[in-house]
T-cell receptor, first 116, second 118 residues
Framework: DTGVSQDPRHKITKRGQNVTFRCDPISEHNRLYWYRQTLGQGPEFLTYFQNEAQLEKSRLLSDRFSAERPKGSFSTLEIQRTEQGDSAMYLC??????????????FGAGTRLSVL | GENVEQHPSTLSVQEGDSAVIKCTYSDSASNYFPWYKQELGKRPQLIID?????GEKKDQRIAVTLNKTAKHFSLHITETQPEDSAVYFC?????????????????FGQGTILTVHP
């Protein structure tokens, strides 16, 4: 697999339930990013990792959101006590990191979350 | 933090015409500007990018221009084809390191829906 893969592609859940998404980056990429995209908007940054270290979290990210990248490879994004406003496409991207010339972000196809 | 504004929000052209999408950014330290194309239900894909040491970059029918003084950059698509129809996003980096040689997240524009009519 040469691209970023995300699982599941679609998730429907009831309000108040917890959900977890998985992202597998391109194998040699040490940076991994999570973005959220709502209809008609550009991707909005949530958080990113360099290897297993979480380097930055958006101030918009509530305490109900948590992300991990335990071994510096795949990452999970968990949303606890989901709300209808969490309905969106959750995109993962990865990059080599380092200097600008090598830090191109490649995106996965996303997980579309619908909270009923 | 970085703020990116993109215009127009929708653009409709006839096949063979040119299309231009413009973006402005706020952080004068930004030095890398990618453009992504997103077809319906698919992932954003990088189509071209430019670094601040050049004013223009071209790849076949696609070109990007950068004006660092005015803090704006533009995407130009010539000889448009129906398969160019998609949403296009510009972006600029945030969380640059002290030397500007590395960055963290991207801040995206709001997107432009391009429709090319046959």
């Amino acid at each position: 697999d040469t691209g970023v893969s995300q699982d599941p592609r679609h998730k429907i859940t009831k309000r108040g339930q917890n959900v977890t998404f998985r992202c597998d980056p391109i194998s040699e990429h040490n940076r991994l990013y999570w973005y959220r995209q709502t209809l008609g908007q550009g991707p909005e940054f949530l958080t990113y990792f360099q290897n297993e270290a979480q380097l930055e979290k958006s101030r918009l990210l509530s305490d109900r959101f948590s992300a991990e990248r335990p071994k510096g490879s795949f990452s999970t994004l968990e949303i606890q006590r989901t709300e209808q406003g969490d309905s969106a496409m959750y995109l993962c991207a990865s990059s080599l990191g380092g200097v600008v010339a090598k830090n191109i972000q490649y995106f996965g196809a996303g997980t579309r979350l619908s909270v009923l | 933090g970085e703020n990116v504004e993109q215009h127009p929000s929708t653009l409709s052209v006839q096949e063979g015409d040119s299309a231009v999408i413009k973006c402005t950014y706020s952080d004068s330290a930004s030095n890398y500007f990618p453009w992504y194309k997103q077809e319906l239900g698919k992932r954003p894909q990088l189509i071209i990018d430019i670094r601040s040491n050049v004013g223009e970059k071209k790849d076949q029918r696609i070109a990007v221009t950068l004006n660092k003084t005015a803090k704006h950059f533009s995407l130009h698509i010539t000889e448009t084809q129906p398969e160019d129809s998609a949403v296009y996003f510009c972006a600029a980096p945030s969380s640059l390191n002290a030397g500007g040689t590395s960055y963290g997240k991207l801040t995206f524009g709001q997107g432009t829906i391009l429709t090319v009519h046959p």
